[in-house]
């Protein structure tokens, strides 16, 4: 079975760093792109950020851009999401979850399969 | 700010059908393939439906997923108790190089 793992999350200081992991088992993960999905308190779904099978492709939401950094290492199966400069609307759940699907030159079609528990990060002072 | 635009709330009677509307533009919905998912408030969101209208695994054939345009559908049919969940859309935005979600629709079982 697929099983995703993340871990990390905690309570932070404004301007403060954080770092997320995400353990995988169950699959072949250099196979994979994998993502990072938060959810507010309350709030909707919101795409974080997403790395291909060999971290050559990275893209993140506007939001974190130039704060997040995300990364893989598949030897240990795992994914990271390096937070800095952190900021009170950044806390939230942090899912991570496996991508399929692919980019042809006409057309996307990724989804999310298999989902971690998710990690709470909450950002105050 | 969610791109794809849903209905806040859909609400009906056991039994019956709903449709959840996701409309979004030229450069996401209408150019790459849109899923969905549920969650359960408290949990794991969990995919419904891929690439437009595909069921994984173990997902009923009372969800259902449609594409025209720049918009996509959910249905469900025999609403249930145990549907009541929030659903979201999402995809690929080829603009802006991003994933996009919808807003969410809690769908509430009367």
């Known amino acids: 079975d697929v099983q995703l793992v993340e871990s990390g999350g905690t309570l932070v200081k404004p301007g403060g760093s954080l770092r997320l992991s995400c353990a995988a088992s169950g699959i072949t993960f250099s196979r994979y792109s994998m993502t990072w999905v938060r959810q507010a308190p309350g709030k909707g779904l919101e795409w974080v950020a997403h790395v291909s099978g060999s971290s050559t492709n990275k893209y993140y939401a506007d939001s974190v851009k130039g704060r997040f950094t995300v990364s893989r290492d598949n030897a240990r199966n795992s994914m990271f999401l390096q937070m800095d400069s952190l900021r009170a609307d950044d806390t939230a759940v942090y899912f991570c979850?496996?991508?399929?699907?692919?980019?042809?030159?006409?057309?996307?079609?990724?989804?999310?399969?298999?989902w971690g528990q998710g990690t709470l990060v909450t950002v105050s002072s | 700010q969610s791109v794809l635009t849903q209905p806040p709330a859909v609400s009906a009677a056991p039994g019956q059908n709903i449709t959840i509307a996701c409309s979004g533009s030229?450069?996401?919905?209408?150019?790459?393939?849109v899923s969905w998912y549920q969650q359960v408030p408290g949990t794991v969101p969990k995919l419904l439906i891929s690439?437009?209208?595909k069921r994984p695994s173990g997902i009923p054939d009372r969800f259902s997923g449609s594409k025209s345009g720049t918009s996509a559908t959910l249905g469900i049919t025999g609403l249930q108790t145990g549907d009541e969940a929030d659903f979201y859309c999402?995809?690929?935005?080829?603009?802006?190089?991003?994933?996009?979600f919808g807003t969410g629709t809690r769908v509430t079982v009367l």
């Open positions: 999402g995809t690929w935005d080829s603009s802006l190089s991003v994933f996009v």
């Open positions: 030229s450069s996401n919905i209408g150019e790459n393939y």
């Open positions: 979850a496996r991508v399929l699907g692919y980019c042809s030159s006409s057309s996307c079609r990724f989804y999310y399969d298999h």
């Open positions: 690439e437009n209208n």
